[in-house]
């Protein structure tokens, strides 16, 4: 897509700065605490957040007084020198190629494959467990699977990767004045890729904006467009969510469903606690924006009531984490909402690219049982999309990379509500709808890493020549 190549060779590399991207904004505690008093320490460190959460209302140039375009220039002049630090560590660490990286990366590769082999296996054998007559052979799959219908399942991935690309797109179309499709579509790969092999999708926000930067976006604006888009992405796929489980829970859509204790109270409680979770996220960082005194003295509440709870071990890092990235929040929404109008079609993107991407098991579903299946239920499309909001939701909270395992197993568990005529294929459908919207991004993505490390390895092979002759 690019003419650089900017992914790292290795999964344990892009862990560790994805890490050291984060912890770059926040002051690390200073080695000197150790020849004070606990009780100085502590004191400091209180009388440190506390002015952190003053300078707040601390006087400045009101922001009335500013135009788009001054505000802009001056979140990219804070953010010019920091990204370029960041940018510099990155690319010397991505040089670095050792026999113990290499091997680490095989190890935690085949690690993961073996976890999407498990979470298959998993799937396939609640779909059994459903089915009276066992799940459906691969040739009679194939015998009974629709290649047209195959295409308009195809046809749909590559939509809403498109309409994934586009909300990037746009964002830079808006603050830069130039729509940059090619880097929105590989920004979108990288977020895929890198939510995908970290616990909790946390990993994809660091190399987006390494990657724009490189393609020379203001740093500014490449720290942004991320945050900005993953606010506007959740609290559109929240509310949608919402409506969602409103309509099962009326309609009992889940009442079929007889696994264990998984019933339909259960099931919606879980996704619902999930979805408002994940909501919070940009519900306290708009907070923040809007009222920055009073939404930091929360979160440093928030902070030391998890302390207490022995959730949070070191409040101190953790609070100036937090607050810095809360700045980081407040200037992002202020460069991209100070003409708000702009971002109705960003919400219009989210919301169509929800639909999609939440309606893919439906055309799963008919690419492998064939269109009969719509005219048994009309209904089925929006009763397919409601159980995919809430499997989704279901299983995100579980720390694994890209929450495999968990959401084959939660999916299987919330679509077995479908009509029994439909347990047979149940595990084939769900298998290419994970497919299209997780495996396709791993496996593409390791592909490119075992091609790095061939073309780097060769590389060096000819350098020693080189150097022999």
């Given amino acids: 897509m690019g003419k650089k190549k900017v992914a790292p060779k290795t999964v344990e590399t892009t862990e560790k700065i994805a890490e050291e991207l984060v912890e770059e904004q926040v002051d690390s505690v200073t080695d000197t605490t150790s020849e004070t008093s606990e009780a100085a320490v502590e004191s400091a460190q209180t009388e440190e957040l506390n002015e952190t959460v003053e300078s707040a209302d601390a006087p400045q140039k009101p922001d009335t007084e500013k135009t788009g375009a001054d505000l802009k220039t001056t979140y990219n002049e804070e953010k010019e020198k920091e990204v370029e630090k960041i940018t510099q560590r990155f690319e010397d660490k991505n040089r670095i190629d050792t026999k113990k990286k290499r091997r680490n990366w095989w190890i935690k590769t085949t690690l993961m494959l073996v976890l999407i082999g498990v979470s298959i296996y998993v799937m396939f054998t609640i779909t059994s467990y459903l089915s009276d007559d066992g799940g459906r052979s691969f040739q009679a799959m194939i015998k009974q699977a629709s290649l047209p219908f195959f295409f308009v399942f195809i046809g749909a991935v590559l939509v809403y990767m498109f309409i994934e690309s586009m909300k990037y797109s746009y964002l830079l179309k808006i603050s830069t004045g130039k729509f940059h499709l090619r880097s929105s579509m590989k920004t979108m790969y990288l977020g895929k890729y890198y939510d995908g092999i970290t616990p909790l999708g946390t990993g994809g926000q660091p190399f987006q904006i390494y990657y724009l930067h490189k393609k020379d976006v203001p740093a500014g604006v490449a720290t942004a467009v991320p945050l900005v888009k993953y606010i506007t992405h959740t609290t559109v796929l929240c509310l949608t969510a919402t409506a969602a489980f409103i309509y099962a829970g009326v309609t009992h859509m889940l009442g079929d469903i007889k696994i264990g204790d998984w019933g339909e109270p259960v099931i919606l409680a879980v996704a619902s606690v999930s979805m408002l979770l994940n909501l919070a996220i940009p519900g306290i960082m708009l907070f923040i924006s809007l009222f920055p005194r009073m939404g930091k003295k929360l ?140 495996y396709i991004y791993i496996v593409t993505g390791i592909g490119l890493n075992i091609f790095d490390i061939i073309r780097g390895a060769v590389r060096q092979r000819r350098a020693r020549k080189k150097e022999q002759q």
Avoid at 317 to 343: G, M, T
Avoid at 372 to 394: A, E, G, K, M, R
Avoid at 405 to 426: C, D, K, R, Y
């Fill in 299 to 438: 979160l440093l509440k928030i902070i030391k009531l998890l302390n207490k709870l022995h959730i949070v071990k070191r409040p101190y890092s953790v609070s100036k984490k937090y607050l810095r990235e809360a700045d980081e929040y407040r200037h992002a929404l202020k460069l991209f909402f100070k003409k708000w109008p702009q971002q109705i079609p960003l919400l219009l993107l989210n919301f169509v690219g929800a639909l999609i991407n939440y309606s893919l098991p439906f055309f799963a579903l008919l690419a492998i049982a064939g269109p009969s299946v719509v005219t048994q239920n009309p209904f089925l499309p929006f009763h397919i999309l409601c159980l995919t909001f809430i499997s989704y939701f279901s299983a995100s909270l579980i720390p694994t990379p890209g929450n495999s395992g968990a959401n084959e197993a939660m999916s299987t568990i919330v679509f077995s509500s479908l009509a029994a005529e439909f347990h047979p294929v149940l595990g084939w459908v769900l298998l290419l709808w994970r497919f299209g919207t997780y």
